[in-house]
């Protein structure tokens, strides 16, 4: 594409490109030790590994990241994220029901427990495609009951014995280090199978965990898909083409980031923030875009926060 013809496609898609809308799915080391500890995981016939983090740490964003990843590493599996709503007097018949439901399961969904715990198996089976394997990723999982867990345990034993792998990937708040030992009191073969390994997901903590973010902006992303556009090229084309990148300045960058980092999580800075100064940092950067802008201290003083 010329400068003129990138010009003219940031101008149509500005107002949707996901660093604006901060809705980009962005690597950070975090979530590059948690794609490794899944895709690891994933050697096994069937496992379990669970993350909780603060509120606004980018839980679903990494939930996105695993899917992406593991679709991408292995051609033919089946990835499910399972969007877990709060259900005060849980039954098996409406968790079988919402499993299909985030499937988008077609055909009518049987009233007939029996009958439908067949659906899902069928359902789920299909979905692990030619590679039969299933990556079943629960976003607020803390929200699962002990009698849900032993029925997805149901689930996951069925798949198995039809020699599907199946791999579970838990995100929850802080509460689910409660749930966790609820499960050892109750049941402690659920907490064995689920949570025998809980680690904690943060946000950015130093400038070199911003790297990543910044890299990808600058070469490791696309949009609009197709384009062959990364980031930084479509927002920011002159600055582009004259060798100008956003990574060089990550040191700058997170010094005035970090204060505007929310109150009562110490030293991190949530992705929220992250992605909101990142929003602000180009719509303020917009109408300076030349091949001799240069990124000082002075200017990104100028940023708003999230």
């Given at each position: 594409m010329?400068l003129?013809?990138?010009l003219r496609?940031?101008d149509?898609v500005?107002?949707e490109?996901?660093?604006?809308v901060?809705?980009?799915?962005l690597?950070?080391?975090?979530i590059?030790?948690v794609l490794a500890r899944?895709?690891?995981l994933?050697?096994?016939?069937r496992?379990?590994?669970a993350?909780?983090?603060?509120p606004?740490?980018?839980k679903?964003?990494?939930?996105?990241?695993?899917?992406a990843?593991?679709?991408?590493?292995?051609?033919?599996c089946g990835?499910?994220i399972f969007e877990?709503?709060?259900?005060?007097?849980?039954?098996?018949?409406?968790l079988l029901s919402?499993?299909l439901?985030?499937?988008?399961?077609?055909?009518?969904?049987s009233?007939e427990?029996?009958?439908?715990r067949?659906?899902v198996?069928r359902a789920?089976l299909?979905?692990?495609?030619?590679?039969?394997?299933?990556f079943?990723?629960f976003?607020?999982?803390?929200?699962?009951?002990?009698d849900?867990?032993?029925?997805?345990?149901?689930?996951i034993?069925r798949l198995?014995?039809?020699?599907v792998?199946?791999?579970v990937?838990?995100?929850g708040?802080?509460e689910?280090?409660?749930?966790?030992?609820?499960?050892?009191?109750?049941?402690s073969?659920?907490?064995?199978?689920?949570?025998?390994?809980l680690?904690?997901l943060?946000?950015i903590?130093?400038?070199?965990?911003?790297?990543?973010?910044?890299?990808a902006?600058?070469?490791?992303s696309?949009?609009?898909?197709?384009?062959?556009?990364?980031y930084?090229q479509?927002?920011?084309p002159?600055?582009?083409q004259?060798g100008?990148?956003?990574?060089p300045?990550?040191?700058?960058?997170w010094?005035?980031?970090k204060?505007?980092?929310?109150?009562?999580?110490?030293?991190?800075?949530t992705m929220s923030t992250?992605?909101?100064?990142l929003?602000n940092?180009?719509?303020v950067?917009?109408?300076?875009?030349?091949?001799?802008?240069?990124?000082?201290?002075?200017?990104?003083?100028?940023?708003?926060?999230?």
């Amino acid at each position: 594409m010329t400068l003129e013809e990138v010009l003219r496609l940031r101008d149509q898609v500005w107002d949707e490109h996901p660093l604006i809308v901060e809705g980009a799915v962005l690597p950070t080391l975090a979530i590059m030790d948690v794609l490794a500890r899944v895709w690891a995981l994933g050697r096994k016939i069937r496992g379990s590994i669970a993350f909780f983090a603060q509120p606004l740490t980018g839980k679903s964003s990494c939930a996105e990241m695993v899917k992406a990843e593991m679709r991408r590493k292995k051609p033919g599996c089946g990835v499910l994220i399972f969007e877990v709503v709060e259900d005060t007097h849980p039954a098996e018949g409406r968790l079988l029901s919402e499993i299909l439901n985030q499937i988008d399961y077609a055909p009518k969904i049987s009233r007939e427990l029996a009958e439908k715990r067949t659906q899902v198996h069928r359902a789920l089976l299909a979905l692990s495609g030619e590679a039969r394997h299933l990556f079943l990723i629960f976003d607020e999982a803390q929200e699962l009951s002990c009698d849900e867990f032993a029925w997805l345990k149901s689930v996951i034993n069925r798949l198995v014995r039809s020699r599907v792998k199946v791999t579970v990937v838990l995100f929850g708040q802080v509460e689910l280090k409660d749930r966790r030992q609820q499960l050892k009191a109750a049941r402690s073969d659920l907490e064995k199978r689920f949570m025998s390994t809980l680690n904690e997901l943060k946000g950015i903590q130093n400038a070199s965990e911003l790297v990543p973010i910044l890299k990808a902006i600058d070469q490791g992303s696309e949009f609009p898909s197709g384009s062959g556009l990364n980031y930084l090229q479509l927002l920011m084309p002159r600055f582009y083409q004259g060798g100008g990148r956003l990574s060089p300045h990550c040191a700058t960058v997170w010094r005035e980031m970090k204060k505007h980092r929310l109150p009562g999580v110490g030293t991190v800075v949530t992705m929220s923030t992250v992605a909101g100064f990142l929003a602000n940092l180009f719509i303020v950067l917009r109408s300076q875009d030349s091949e001799s802008l240069q990124i000082t201290p002075e200017l990104l003083m100028t940023v708003p926060g999230a």
